[in-house]
């Protein structure tokens, strides 16, 4: 199997091609996206606290 590699490149590049990738959508499309953080925000939030037992 070969090794993959995630997020490989510049980061500037990296950036730009996210942003070239927000501005090509819709309107109601980043606003899904930005809903679907703030949910993913108040769950993580919201989460009960696990402690490991010492």
Do not use: D, F, Q, T
């Amino acid at each position: 199997m070969s090794k993959v590699i995630l997020h490989h490149g510049n980061p500037k590049e990296l950036e730009a091609k996210r942003i070239a990738e927000i501005k090509s959508l819709s309107y109601a499309e980043r606003l899904e996206r930005l809903m679907a953080i703030i949910e993913v925000s108040y769950a993580l939030k919201n989460a009960p606290k696990i402690y490991r037992k010492k």
